[in-house]
């Protein structure tokens, strides 16, 4: 019901991958524009400012990257999702460094990127003033995502760094689903210098100290051992 304020622009030119991109999001109730020409994207964000993009990344005319790149320089904000066809990290790092907010590798599944989607307007939401309070009960606890802060029985309040909001956000949008430290690291640091899977198991254990009422029986915010984390919901 919400989905319908929300404005999703698609830059994509391979019809049939439109029409289904079209489909999914309409059927969620999201209001949906396409272009497919990379040199048109610009004028239609000035015409209708989207709350998120999705952006394939090879586009006659103009690139993704530049696409990207010039969205950032004229100071939007709005979620991006690229989309590529090429599995390759290079691309992953060069998207998320000129901008993009996450990227999705085709062939993908409709839920995984409509989850995608719902994480990063949830987060945009969550930034801005006027979006609703995102809460998220851990039994007795209570995490309010955008005011950075987890309220704990008996009047305890602790606060979350802004990579510890990161690491929810995102446990949060592939809850009940195993995450690696990998994914994590390639996610949530986005590949940043100096850091390991090591960075992610203290970053991991310090956050369960402040979610979970008794850290070394975490009940939510789980380890699988030898796969890596998971957040887990009812
Ligand atoms: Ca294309």
């Known amino acids: 019901m919400l989905n319908k304020e929300k404005k999703i622009l698609i830059v994509e030119d391979e019809p049939s991958l439109v029409f289904t991109l079209r489909d999914t999001l309409e059927a969620e109730h999201y209001s949906v524009s396409v272009v497919s020409?990379?040199?048109e994207v610009m004028a239609q964000i000035e015409r209708e400012e989207p709350d998120l993009m999705i952006l394939d990344l090879?586009?006659?005319n103009k690139s993704g990257y530049d696409i990207c790149s010039?969205?950032?320089e004229q100071k939007y904000t709005f979620p991006i999702i690229m989309l590529t066809a090429r599995d390759q990290e290079i691309d992953k790092v060069t998207g998320l460094n000129i901008?993009?907010?996450d990227y999705i590798t085709k062939?993908?599944?409709v839920k995984e990127l409509l989850a995608r989607i719902k994480a990063r307007l949830r987060r945009a939401n969550a930034y801005s003033k006027t979006g609703p309070a995102e809460i998220l009960k851990l039994g007795s606890v209570k995490i309010v995502l955008n005011e950075s802060r987890v309220y704990k029985p008996e009047n305890v309040t602790v606060e979350l760094s802004t990579r510890e909001v990161e690491i929810?956000?995102?446990l949060l949008s592939h809850a009940n689903s195993p995450i690696s430290r990998d994914?994590?690291?390639e996610k949530v640091w986005r590949y940043e210098y100096s850091t390991n899977t090591r960075t992610v198991d203290v970053h991991i254990s310090k956050l369960r100290a402040k979610v979970e009422?008794?850290?070394d029986d975490p009940k939510y915010l789980v380890t699988l051992h030898g796969v890596g984390y998971m957040l887990k919901l009812n």
């Open 37 to 39: 020409d990379g040199s």
């Open 58 to 60: 090879m586009l006659p």
């Open 70 to 72: 010039e969205i950032r």
């Open 99 to 101: 901008g993009a907010d």
């Open 107 to 109: 062939p993908f599944g």
């Open 168 to 170: 929810i956000e995102y």
């Open 183 to 185: 994914d994590l690291l």
């Open 213 to 215: 009422m008794n850290p």
